[in-house]
């Protein structure tokens, strides 16, 4: 109920700014196998038939990549124990951790995998510590202490180097070869993963260090089959098409006005039947479902990227920038061609209606 809301909302503020005689229900229609980019080619060559001018190249506008960012793993360089330490440690269950992580398997552990052990060593500890004590074994307990507080400062980038430099993480930001029906065919599925691992980062930093390895490593699955790039993409091609649809009105108006002295002609009654039909009509509802989609994937994964923040290096950062600088044109782009159409039709005082 809550995200039809939120929908509904986007549409009205579009309808709004837009076109007055266009209903909410033209807009909230929905067509589960809509084709987006094809929807926005044939409003262009609507648009141009219309006002007889010609689209012009699009600017050099391009997704930004994060393999391109060329991420590495943040160094890490952790104290471990001795081998008769290890042995002491008999009756403490984190025997067996320090056991796992010593082994072959251990040794060539994934980041996601390196996290957990970490996590575990960090819990375990406290009650061995105990142990430690009641058998007359302090040293090794404060030691332990000592080991267990500078793997606590070193989650942060454990973190990152488990969710952001991981394969699954580039696999979510991968940019597609089409967009297909994008984004109708998607589902919430890694929304909620992303809420997931928000909210497990927050209680790891926040001092709750339980996890579930099973759990985890379902949920970085699903982050793989994620929709990052394909949000990137449509962002990338919704901005060069209505930058290109701006452009043919923008030149019009400087050769000619669609309705010279208010007088209504056919190009202004084509043109805005163009805009009411395709571009209201078909190419807004949309858009709107990227900007939906948009508002659902990033903010829990941004909560992550705040909850990592001391840690990020310059280069995600800058990644980070040019992502939020193209998804940001979800919004602002048909802002824009929204002002571009209501300019072009400005003197049109004799048509049924004014933007």
Not at 80 to 104: K, M, P, T, Y
Not at 259 to 282: E, N
Request: charged share 20%; glycine share 6%.
């Amino acid at each position: 109920m809550a995200k039809r809301l939120r929908w509904a909302r986007v549409h009205l503020y579009w309808l709004s700014r837009a076109i007055a005689v266009i209903t909410v229900a033209c807009l909230t229609a929905c067509s589960p196998h809509s084709e987006g980019p094809s929807r926005l080619d044939d409003y262009l060559s609507r648009l141009e038939r219309a006002v007889g001018a010609t689209r012009e190249s699009p600017p050099p506008i391009r997704p930004p990549r994060l393999s391109e960012a060329r991420l590495e793993p943040l160094a890490i360089s952790a104290q471990s124990i001795s081998v008769l330490d290890f042995l002491a440690l008999s009756g403490c269950e984190l025997q067996h951790n320090l056991g796992r992580r010593n082994s072959s398997l251990g040794r060539s552990a994934s980041d996601s995998q390196r996290l957990l052990l970490d996590l575990e060593f960090i819990d375990l500890v406290p009650a061995c510590v105990i142990h430690l004590n009641a058998s007359g074994n302090t040293e090794l307990g404060e030691h332990l202490q000592i080991l267990a507080l500078e793997r606590k400062k070193l989650l942060p980038k454990r973190i990152y180097n488990a969710l952001f430099v991981g394969p699954e993480f580039h696999a979510f930001w991968q940019l597609p070869r089409q967009l297909a029906n994008y984004p109708a065919e998607v589902g919430g599925e890694v929304i909620d993963t992303l809420g997931y691992l928000e909210q497990q980062v927050k209680r790891w930093l926040g001092g709750d260090y339980r996890a579930d390895n099973g759990e985890l490593e379902q949920h970085l699955s699903v982050l793989r089959s994620g929709d990052g790039g394909a949000l990137l993409l449509a962002s990338t091609v919704q901005s060069k098409t209505l930058f290109q649809a701006s452009a043919i009105l923008r030149h019009n108006e400087t050769v000619k006005s669609l309705c010279p002295k208010g007088r209504s002609t056919d190009a202004a009654l084509i043109t805005q039947t163009v805009v009411s039909k395709f571009f209201a009509g078909q190419v807004q509802q949309w858009l709107a479902q990227l900007a939906l989609r948009e508002s659902s994937l990033m903010p829990p994964l941004r909560g992550i990227e705040d909850l990592l923040n001391d840690v990020l290096p310059p280069e995600y950062r800058d990644w980070q920038i040019s992502r939020d600088a193209r998804l940001l044109s979800l919004r602002g782009e048909p802002k824009a061609h929204v002002d571009t159409i209501q300019a072009a039709l400005s003197d049109c005082t004799a048509l049924p209606w004014r933007p």
